[in-house]
């Protein structure tokens, strides 16, 4: 009895946790708009967050080389995977209209839901059917369903789309490499980030930025390294709810970031923020009480 009641604790203070990281998740187009600023276009400035934020792990990567050695393969295989989901959508972000990239991202919940059932033989229950139809309607209500089916209509729709996929398989990883220290994960996150987004300013050409002038570089840097420390704590946050949750729930809890995003838009961006922001947002916030309460009982 007192092992079940230290699970749901833990499992309970994850959740909490999932649902912080998805908070700072809202705000995350801030440094990305404002590195823009400075001409970096495309996946550009992932580029430069994702080396600040590379450089700073350095000296925590020494200290867990232990566990990076016996198991790089598996960290390889999992940072690509939740590196590169982030790595995508935060290119999207610049790429399509941020609605657009939301919405196509957050079908997350629908294809950890699928993988949980497929791959960790989870049962759909009536309260995770509710929760997840909660969470869509009040994602379509928030961000408007005017246009139809969110279907990808242009290069950034597709990254966002992929991202949304990606990010299940690899909260899927996360899930079975639990045992693996967190720092870790987080190295091998922000590694796989560095390397997708370089590949894509690499291989992609003018589609995903021309390349910035030194002058531009040196200027965003120093910025960079202040988007990557605010950066890092929001990994930390996401990264180890994810190793103890079912991707599923993961991308229920993380839809935080849609009403912390939205918020933050109306009050930075000018955007509109009226009843059906807010109902949309109670929506997505009783979807997340839901699964909660659902899982503890």
Same mark, same amino acid.
């Given at each position: 009895?007192?092992?079940?009641?230290?699970?749901?604790?833990?499992?309970?203070?994850?959740?909490?946790?999932?649902?912080?990281?998805?908070?700072?998740?809202?705000?995350?187009?801030?440094?990305?708009?404002?590195?823009?600023?400075?001409?970096?276009?495309?996946?550009?400035?992932?580029?430069?967050?994702?080396?600040?934020?590379?450089?700073?792990?350095?000296?925590?990567?020494?200290?867990?080389?232990?566990?990076?050695?016996?198991?790089?393969?598996?960290?390889?295989?999992?940072?690509?995977?939740?590196?590169?989901?982030?790595?995508?959508?935060?290119?999207?972000?610049?790429?399509?209209?941020? *609605?657009?990239? !939301? @919405?196509?991202?957050?079908?997350?919940?629908?294809? =950890? /839901? +699928?993988?949980?059932?497929? &791959?960790? $033989?989870?049962?759909?229950?009536?309260?995770?059917?509710?929760?997840?139809?909660?969470?869509?309607?009040?994602?379509?209500?928030?961000?408007?369903?005017?246009?139809?089916?969110?279907?990808?209509?242009?290069?950034?729709?597709?990254?966002?789309?992929?991202?949304?996929?990606?990010?299940?398989?690899?909260?899927?990883?996360?899930?079975?490499?639990?045992?693996?220290?967190?720092?870790?994960?987080?190295?091998?996150?922000?590694?796989?980030?560095?390397? *997708?987004?370089? !590949? @894509?300013?690499?291989?992609?050409?003018?589609?995903? =930025? /021309? +390349?910035?002038?030194?002058? &531009?570089? $040196?200027?965003?840097?120093?910025?960079?390294?202040?988007?990557?420390?605010?950066?890092?704590?929001?990994?930390?946050?996401?990264?180890?709810?994810?190793?103890?949750?079912?991707?599923?729930?993961?991308?229920?809890?993380?839809?935080?970031?849609?009403?912390?995003?939205?918020?933050?838009?109306?009050?930075?961006?000018?955007?509109?923020?009226?009843?059906?922001?807010?109902?949309?947002?109670?929506?997505?916030?009783?979807?997340?009480?839901?699964?909660?309460?659902?899982?503890?009982?």
């Amino acid at each position: 009895m007192n092992r079940l009641r230290a699970l749901t604790v833990r499992s309970e203070a994850a959740s909490a946790a999932l649902v912080l990281g998805g908070a700072l998740w809202g705000v995350i187009w801030l440094p990305l708009r404002f590195l823009a600023g400075f001409g970096l276009e495309g996946a550009w400035p992932g580029v430069l967050i994702y080396s600040a934020a590379t450089l700073l792990l350095l000296p925590l990567a020494w200290f867990v080389r232990a566990s990076l050695i016996a198991h790089w393969r598996q960290l390889i295989l999992c940072g690509l995977l939740t590196g590169g989901a982030f790595s995508l959508y935060s290119t999207s972000l610049l790429m399509t209209d941020v *609605v657009r990239a !939301v @919405l196509l991202f957050y079908l997350t919940p629908v294809w =950890g /839901t +699928v993988l949980g059932l497929m &791959m960790l $033989g989870e049962r759909l229950t009536l309260g995770r059917g509710l929760a997840l139809a909660m969470g869509l309607i009040g994602l379509l209500v928030v961000l408007g369903g005017g246009d139809g089916l969110p279907l990808p209509r242009n290069l950034g729709d597709v990254l966002a789309l992929l991202s949304g996929f990606a990010w299940a398989f690899g909260t899927l990883q996360l899930y079975r490499m639990g045992a693996v220290a967190v720092s870790a994960q987080v190295f091998a996150f922000i590694l796989g980030s560095l390397i *997708v987004s370089t !590949v @894509l300013v690499a291989l992609g050409g003018a589609q995903f =930025g /021309t +390349v910035p002038s030194a002058a &531009m570089v $040196g200027l965003a840097t120093p910025w960079a390294l202040l988007a990557a420390l605010y950066v890092l704590p929001m990994l930390f946050l996401t990264i180890w709810p994810a190793t103890l949750l079912s991707p599923g729930r993961v991308g229920l809890l993380l839809m935080s970031e849609v009403v912390v995003g939205v918020a933050s838009a109306a009050i930075w961006a000018g955007e509109p923020f009226g009843w059906r922001q807010g109902a949309g947002s109670l929506l997505i916030l009783a979807a997340g009480a839901v699964e909660v309460l659902a899982a503890r009982r």
